[in-house]
């Protein structure tokens, strides 16, 4: 177990290195900052050259690869780090200087167990792609095939397990403050970054999840997954099919190259409306440079690392919510938060319709070149606060997709209407999946499990009850008593320094 001198140590590290890029300003202007926590951070940077502007994503890449993951996975989390903040994360792109090409094949051997020239009959040196977890060669297999090899950096699995260790550690002394910091709940949060980046770390993981997410979208065909090589695969060596085509980023190549870039917007917020809502089942770090621009106005998708999953109860309650935004009706989308638990229920339905109306009537039937998305949001936290909602973690994910999604869209077309490009789909999915026929398969595949399970609770029965005559049941087994051991005794100070760090490392509560 990492001594709490070391956890400090780090975080006094990498807090300071905030501190030199801004990143600590906001703590010390935020009523909902902590007094200690707000005075310890101007400690932090005292003596510091601080900018105007901060610079929240060019601090987190200084820090190391860990730091730019969870700069990541803080990108999801604007009611904790800020609209600003959350919206400059955004600009983390995992661009980092390459390893060098023999150290790469010498991963690659040990990844797949015998050497590259076995199963690639070449291999380009220089990466096209180089992030903090692995990076990505272009390569031609043995019988001819284009492909593209993404190999692990070496070490990277210690690094991450030492930053993650502390995160861990300074998490629970920020939610152990109480207050705004508890109900915010970064211990979630940095849960989460720990499971996202475990199936990173996993190759295999993610080429099961495209192979999953390609039998999805078959329904979409200008929707592409490239297709994984497995025989060529490992846990740290990754083969896919090569993806030909232009970055979305690059909009002045795909005007030259004579695609049509309100079509490109519109199939990738469809492609997302289905895998969020009609499969549960989402590419969840849909940024400009994982998507390609393929001949038939067509979009390609890379980097499965990052997915998403959301059960059919929160994906009917989510379709629900959208179309009762699209359509004003805001009774409807309170009742929904209320029935899904998101709001207590002590809190008045039609005072929650009122605020959610204040906040979205302004946005309705606008593009969102003309929306005020910081306002928008700034609303939309006062809501969570005043009516005391609590993160949800399955909908972490999906508010960071949603806000890249919106991001590449308008970067196509800055013309569209997200509301009414989501309104025909969300509208049949509905109809499809809480309409009269889709309640009665409903109740019958319900009776048919209660009726299976009918014999199993007849044996039970007899079990517990037998006839007479016959053997007496078996007395049940004592139960295990549940032991809790006490926190025991908290350090004060090192509480105190590691709050200010924390809020440091987690980039401010908002």
Same mark, same amino acid.
């Not at 005075?39 to 940077?45: G, K, N, S």
């Not at 803080?74 to 661009?95: C, F, K, N, S, Y």
């Not at 019958?444 to 039970?460: K, M, Q, Y």
């Given at each position: 177990m990492t001594a709490p001198a070391v956890h400090v140590w780090r975080l006094l590290k990498w807090g300071r290195i905030l501190a030199r890029h801004g990143a600590l300003k906001g703590i010390e202007g935020d009523p909902n900052t902590p007094v200690p926590v707000r005075?310890?951070? /101007?400690?932090?940077?005292?003596?510091?050259?601080?900018?105007?502007?901060p610079r929240y994503a060019d601090a987190f890449q200084a820090i190391g690869p860990a730091a730019i993951?969870?700069?990541?996975?803080?990108?999801?989390?604007?009611?904790?780090?800020? %609209?600003?903040?959350?919206?400059?994360?955004?600009?983390?792109?995992?661009?980092?200087?390459?390893?060098?090409?023999?150290?790469?094949?010498a991963a690659m051997e040990t990844g797949l167990g015998r050497p590259p020239s076995a199963v690639f009959s070449q291999i380009e040196e220089v990466p096209v792609g180089a992030a903090s977890i692995a990076q990505v060669h272009r390569a031609v297999t043995t019988d001819g095939r284009r492909v593209a090899v993404k190999?692990?950096?070496?070490?990277?699995?210690?690094?991450?397990?030492?930053a993650i260790d502390t995160y861990q550690w300074a998490a629970a002394q920020l939610e152990g403050l109480g207050g705004e910091a508890k109900r915010l709940r970064p211990r979630l949060t940095v849960e989460n970054f720990r499971r996202w980046t475990l199936r990173e770390l996993n190759f295999q993981r993610e080429a099961a999840s495209a192979?999953?997410?390609?039998?999805?979208?078959?329904?979409?065909?200008?929707?592409?997954?490239?297709?994984?090589?497995?025989?060529?695969?490992s846990t740290r060596v990754l083969t896919m099919e090569w993806i030909d085509g232009i970055k979305l980023s690059n909009r002045q190549a795909l005007i030259d190259a004579g695609y049509d870039l309100p079509k490109l917007a519109n199939t990738l917020v469809q492609?997302?409306?289905?895998?969020?809502?009609?499969?549960?089942?989402?590419?969840a770090d849909m940024h400009q440079g994982n998507l390609f621009a393929l001949p038939g106005n067509r979009i390609a998708a890379i980097d499965f690392g990052i997915m998403g999953r959301i059960d059919r109860r929160a994906r009917v309650w989510l379709a629900e919510i959208l179309y009762g935004?699209?359509?004003?009706?805001?009774?409807?989308?309170?009742?929904?938060?209320f029935e899904a638990g998101y709001v207590p229920s002590h809190h008045n339905v039609a005072e929650f319709a009122t605020a959610l109306r204040a906040v979205g009537e302004p946005m309705r039937g606008l593009p969102v070149k003309d929306m005020s998305i910081g306002m928008m949001l700034d609303g939309l936290f006062s809501i969570t606060r005043d009516f005391d909602m609590v993160t949800q973690p399955h909908l972490l994910l999906l508010q960071k997709t949603m806000v890249m999604v919106e991001g590449v869209a308008t970067g196509l077309?800055?013309?569209?209407?997200?509301?009414?490009?989501?309104?025909?789909?969300?509208?049949?999915?509905?109809?499809? %999946?809480?309409?009269?026929?889709?309640?009665?398969?409903?109740?019958?595949?319900?009776?048919? /499990?209660?009726?299976?399970?009918?014999?199993?609770?007849?044996?039970?029965?007899e079990a517990r009850y037998p006839a007479p005559g016959g053997e007496p049941p078996a007395p049940p087994l004592k139960e295990i008593e549940v032991v809790r051991i006490g926190g025991g005794w908290r350090y004060l100070a090192v509480a105190l320094v590691t709050a200010a760090s924390v809020a440091a490392t987690l980039v401010l509560i908002h």
């Open positions: 005075r310890l951070a /101007r400690i932090a940077r005292f003596g510091a050259r601080v900018p105007a502007t993951k969870l700069g990541q996975t803080l990108a999801t989390r604007p009611d904790l780090v800020g %609209e600003a903040a959350a919206h400059d994360l955004l600009r983390l792109q995992d661009q980092l200087p390459p390893v060098p090409f023999e150290t790469i094949c190999v692990l950096r070496p070490g990277v699995e210690a690094d991450f397990t030492r192979s999953e997410l390609a039998e999805a979208m078959t329904a979409e065909p200008n929707f592409v997954v490239p297709t994984i090589d497995w025989q060529r695969s492609a997302f409306l289905r895998q969020a809502i009609a499969e549960g089942f989402f590419h935004l699209i359509t004003g009706n805001y009774r409807r989308v309170a009742e929904i938060h077309d800055p013309d569209i209407n997200l509301w009414e490009a989501a309104a025909p789909f969300v509208r049949e999915w509905i109809r499809t %999946e809480l309409g009269p026929e889709a309640a009665i398969a409903d109740r019958l595949i319900e009776d048919v /499990r209660t009726l299976a399970r009918l014999p199993d609770l007849l044996r039970r029965i």
